[in-house]
Each structure stands twice: as C-alpha cells, then as structure tokens.
T-cell receptor, first 108, second 115 residues
C-alpha cells in the first residue's frame, strides 16, 4: 500500500529565510505527486503538482524517484506563506493518499 | 466558476444518532471523493466515485458509513449510528477527469462533533 510521510509537524522560519517542507513516499508504481495548501479559514487547494513542473508563489518541488521524495522549497519565505501544507500521492488507479501535514509559520 | 459546495458546515450529535452530509461537486467533474480528517491528521480517503460508480471504498467503515452519488452529480455521506471517534471534518472533493489522477478541488468541509 502507498504511504506519504511528512516528518515535520511544525516548521518555523523567519521572513526572507529559505524554507523546505519534506515529503517522502512509498509506492511501487509511478506516482502523481501534489502539494496542497490550506491558509487560515480557507479550503484546501492545490499549490503545485510534479507533472506541471511549475513554480507557484515562488515554491518549487522536484520529484526524486531515487530517494522517493517530493520536497517543497522556497528560497525566501514570506509571512503570507504561513499555512498548513499537505503532500499527496495519487496512484495509477487514482487512489489518493495524503500526508499528515506540516504547519509552516513565517515570523516577521 | 462555482466551487464544491457542502452542507451543513457544522453538526453536533450524540453517539448512536444518525447524520448525513451533502456535497455538490463542480459542474462536469467526473470524480468525487469523500475524506475524513481527524484533528492533527491529513485527509483520509473514505470513498471515491467515478460518475455514479464506486471506484474505491476500501477505507469506508461499511457497517456504519454509506455513500451514494445521485445521477453522477450530488453525493451524500451517511453515518448510522455515529460513534465518538467519528468526530472529524468531512471533506468532499471533485476532479474533472475520470481515473482520479487529476487535481482535486475541495469543499469547505463539514465539522462533525459526536458527544
């Protein structure tokens, strides 16, 4: 069965500092990986997906199949990045598995 | 475009009572998901529909939970009877493509408290 692990429940950085939210997965097939974000009092929404290879709000994530990781990075964190971040994996059959999330706090 | 709608937003019931949640996905979306999110955890998939057929319900506690998707559009999730451990936020999501590998769009959730 597939599994998604986000090892940090809480992450705190200062504004302007680099930030990396870790995501590790286990899945025997070829996964589709996503990062979803939930800002305060808002619904869960897509931040980015690996297949798009886009940079959204300055965030990037690279799929590393050797290390089975999909870490989310941003070189200069902003206060508005404070939110809950979830890594998610979709299998070939379309089944979704979410990690338990990381709460990011960006301090002024 | 209108987003995924859910109702009610909040529900408080006593254990052994029944409760039902409703979800209206984004128009034209083929796949609909129900998740249970317990405090401090990520969303856990309960059931996934593709149009009006069930794709995956392996984590649905079928002795007390049931779900249907009417005419491949709206969906209801029911708990009967509720237990204390069912206290959670129930999220509905939809995605455009069949097959479930697409981006999911989430509703605001229903927060259930079982006393």
């Amino acid at each position: 069965a597939q599994r998604v692990t986000q090892p940090e429940k809480l992450l705190s950085v200062f504004k302007g500092a680099p930030v990396e939210l870790k995501c590790n997965y286990s899945y025997s097939g070829s996964p589709e990986l996503f990062w979803y974000v939930q800002y305060s009092r808002q619904r869960l929404q897509l931040l980015l997906r690996h297949i798009s290879r886009e940079s959204i709000k300055g965030f990037t994530a690279d799929l590393n199949k050797g290390e089975t990781s999909f870490h989310l990075k941003k070189p200069f964190a902003q206060e508005e990045d404070s939110a809950m971040y979830y890594c998610a994996l979709n299998t070939n059959a379309g089944k979704s598995t979410f990690g338990d999330g990381t709460t990011l706090t960006v301090k002024p | 475009e209108a987003g995924v709608a859910q109702s009610p937003r909040y529900k408080i019931i006593e254990k052994r009572q029944s409760v039902a949640f409703w979800c209206n996905p984004i128009s034209g979306h083929a796949t609909l998901y129900w998740y249970q999110q317990i405090l401090g955890q990520g969303p856990k998939l309960l059931i996934q529909f593709q149009n009006n057929g069930v794709v995956d319900d392996s984590q649905l506690p079928k002795d007390r939970f049931s779900a249907e998707r009417l005419k491949g559009v709206d969906s209801t999730l029911k708990i009967q009877p509720a237990k204390l451990e069912d206290s959670a936020v129930y999220l509905c999501a939809s995605s455009m493509l069949a097959g479930g590998t697409d981006t999911q769009y989430f509703g605001p959730g229903t927060r259930l408290t079982v006393l």
